[in-house]
Nanobody, 120 residues
Framework: QVQLVESGGGLVQAGGSLRLSCAAS????????MGWYRQAPGKQRELVAE???????NIADSVKGRFAVSRDNNKNTVYLQMNNLKPEDTAVYYC??????????????WGQGTQVTVSS
């Protein structure tokens, strides 16, 4: 089994910062891309940021310049540093990972989600 466990969400005032972490564990041969999505009430889930195994990143325009994604391959962990948070960043944030379990088994995995609330 593979698990993604997120941490670091919470309540913060506008202009503040939070750092989310997501650690993957279980039967893992290799982790390909890892990323963060978010879903606000009444809205579809959207990509926030993603990072490949070699460190190439893709950041959503709505958070570019404020958020940064990084990963520690030795720890199977991906991070999302969120600065200058705005009320519109309020959402449940989900970790996602493309994981190779064996040479023939590859899957897309999700964390349970962590709430980020930004007050004005």
């Amino acid at each position: 089994q593979v698990q993604l466990v997120e941490s670091g969400g919470g309540l913060v005032q506008a202009g503040g910062s939070l750092r989310l972490s997501c650690a993957a564990s279980g039967s893992i041969l290799r982790i390909n891309a890892m990323g963060w999505y978010r879903q606000a009430p009444g809205k579809q889930r959207e990509l926030v940021a993603e990072i490949t195994a070699v460190g190439s990143t893709n950041i959503a325009d709505s958070v570019k310049g404020r958020f940064a994604v990084s990963r520690d391959n030795n720890k199977n962990t991906v991070y999302l540093q969120m600065n200058n948070l705005k009320p519109e960043d309020t959402a449940v944030y989900y970790c996602n990972a493309d994981i190779q379990k064996t040479l023939l088994r590859r899957g897309d995995y999700w964390g349970q989600g962590t709430q980020v609330t930004v007050s004005s």
